[in-house]
């Protein structure tokens, strides 16, 4: 039987507790938009007493469906005073499923200034003190850890949730035990470090229940064939997300020196065709699996010339927001950026948006990759630049005068230009996480992007099919592939747990999840003026397609009905 375990710091105590029948055929980010809306008061302060930091598994987690595994941390978020949920991927959704954990709860503040590690494992949970570990690097403190938890599933931060910035993530290790799979969005790792938590750790493996075994072995049969045959999959074991660069930049909405263009003159460069090359000359991996079992693989390992890893994985959102919006096409230079922000638990999107917004007031010039480095190593130091980069792409602008800052409801914008591909611009404004693209990716729809002619209707199309996916723990590259056979979805939910759902049934909770999620919003004091993009974007034009993002306020507020 699942159960909740909470961990009050309050008292520094521990509890396990059933399962509420109104949470029990949720989970993931669904489960976290029901805990939040019905424990947390929305005005809270994020980082004070009263916010919770939830970390929720999917509905299929734990079993040995391929690419099922993907963790979801959510709370009220420091950065954009909204709800927010941030999946990654990585070993430890599986390992606390394994571990009969649906959710572990993290609530109130520690009375002193101590840190601690939360270990789950056979035996029930307990608080060991961290104070040695307090300052670590994610890499250094994951070899260090795991030494005297050998094999464990860690959940951790770096110094950066340490130090409370906004920009600050939570960090899951893969196979390798890299801390390289973050749930990087919304300031969940200042959360977590206001709670005093440095990780969490699962030791040891369980064996998830199955209310009937061999329907369940029949339709992950039936899955597992579709998402292996399918185009997508192909695709993204060949190039992973870093295919997207080239896709971006043909539609003109590649970043470019914070946003001030929408094509890279060195897009060739910074493409998954030279990625590939690099690696495979360097002795690297352009196709690896970040948790057992996924057939699609769609991460690589970098390394540098003498076949050592850098990072793990280059995705195209840091090629995107830390390469050539910063300027930079030395793929070494983005990874080692990459790899800093790892270390120091830092999502890479909001720390590549707020250094090009330092930039372009004069702090460095663009495509100064070491200056970049150095940027980001003084948010590891916390000087005065580097907590200020750290609170975020927002804060940055204002202290540095700059009025070209790309965010929305507080949170820098992922890789794709609003004025270039409309439809994400709608999902950056309508998401009740801020601009987050995987609220609603609207980028390989075969549409016109530039028109704002239905790109509401579409980012509502795609909005209210993520949930499903956030639910049940499914990886969102699986869309492809079981986009299109969602009965199978269906059957592993029924045979799992003796349910008697159907595919309706995924719809009404997906619309449910947004419209959790919009209220605690709504409660939180948004209106429906939040759901506006900048005028740098509305007005600016971006020069190399002469256009603004122009979807007319009405269609947007019309479909902040979510019918």
């Not at 390394?303 to 195209?316: K, N, Q």
């Not at 100064?368 to 200020?388: H, S």
């Not at 409801?409 to 995987?438: E, I, N």
């Not at 900048?534 to 190399?544: D, K, Q, S, V």
Request: proline share 4%; hydrophobic share 40%; aromatic share 6%.
């Amino acid at each position: 039987m699942e159960k909740f375990l909470r961990v009050d710091m309050n008292e520094l105590q521990v509890s396990y507790e059933e399962v509420p029948e109104k949470y029990q055929k949720v989970g993931g980010r669904s489960l976290i938009a029901k805990l939040l809306l019905d424990e947390v008061v929305p005005t809270c302060d994020a980082l004070g007493p009263h916010n919770k930091l939830i970390v929720a598994t999917g509905l299929l987690a734990g079993t040995s469906v391929s690419s099922a595994g993907r963790i979801s941390v959510g709370a009220k978020s420091p950065l954009t005073g909204g709800i927010k949920e941030s999946n990654a991927g990585g070993i430890t959704a599986n390992r606390l499923a394994q571990m009969g954990v649906k959710a572990l709860v993290i609530e109130g503040l520690p009375k002193g200034d101590d840190w601690y590690i939360v270990v789950i494992n056979d035996q029930g949970c307990k608080l060991v003190p961290a104070e040695a570990y307090v300052g670590m690097g994610t890499y250094e403190f994951c070899t260090k850890i795991r030494e005297d938890y050998s094999d464990a599933a860690v959940t951790c931060i770096g110094p950066a949730g340490e130090k409370l910035y906004n920009a600050a993530g939570v960090a899951t290790i893969d196979r390798e035990g890299w801390p390289s799979r973050y749930s990087g969005r919304g300031g969940m790792g200042a959360v977590m470090g206001s709670k005093k938590i440095k990780a969490i750790v699962v030791e040891g493996k369980g064996r998830v229940s199955f209310a009937n075994e061999e329907k369940f072995k029949d339709a992950l049969k039936e899955y597992t064939a579709i998402v292996k045959d399918a185009p997508s999959t192909a695709a993204y074991k060949d190039y992973g997300t870093p295919s997207m660069v080239r896709i971006v930049d043909a539609l003109g909405g590649l970043p470019v020196n914070n946003f001030s263009n929408g094509s890279f003159d060195r897009v060739d460069d910074i493409s998954a065709e030279t990625l590939n090359d690099v690696i495979t000359r360097r002795g690297g991996k352009t196709s690896h699996a970040c948790m057992a079992g996924c057939v699609i693989a769609c991460s690589n390992v970098y390394v540098d010339e003498e076949g050592e890893t850098i990072v793990s994985p280059l995705e195209y959102e840091t090629i995107g927001l830390m390469g050539s919006n910063l300027g930079i096409s030395d793929f070494d230079v983005i990874a080692k950026l990459n790899y800093l922000c790892n270390d120091i638990g830092l999502d890479t999107i909001e720390t590549g948006a707020a250094i090009a917004v330092a930039m372009e007031s004069g702090v460095a010039a663009f495509g100064d990759g070491e200056a970049a480095l150095k940027m980001v190593e003084e948010m590891r130091q916390g000087t005065v630049l580097g907590r200020v980069l750290g609170a975020g792409t927002a804060v940055t602008g204002k202290v540095f005068g700059v009025r070209n800052v790309p965010v929305v409801k507080g949170q820098a914008m992922a890789a794709y230009d609003p004025r270039a591909l409309k439809g994400m611009g709608v999902t950056y404004a309508t998401s009740a996480m801020g601009a987050d693209h995987t609220a609603g990716p609207t980028g390989k729809a075969k549409v016109d992007h530039s028109s704002p002619d239905g790109a509401a209707d579409l980012s509502l199309t795609l909005q209210k099919k993520i949930p499903v996916y956030d639910c049940t723990g499914l990886c969102m590259f699986t869309i492809g592939s079981i986009g299109a056979h969602p009965q199978v979805i269906i059957d592993l939910l029924n045979s799992r747990f003796g349910w008697d759902l159907n595919v309706d049934w995924l719809n009404e909770m997906s619309l449910e999840t947004l419209k959790d999620e919009y209220r605690f919003n709504e409660l939180a004091g948004f209106t429906k003026l939040s759901h506006r993009l900048p005028e740098a974007f509305t007005e600016r034009e971006l020069p190399n397609l002469g256009t603004v993002f122009d979807v007319p306020d009405e269609d947007i507020d019309q479909m902040m009905k979510y019918s």
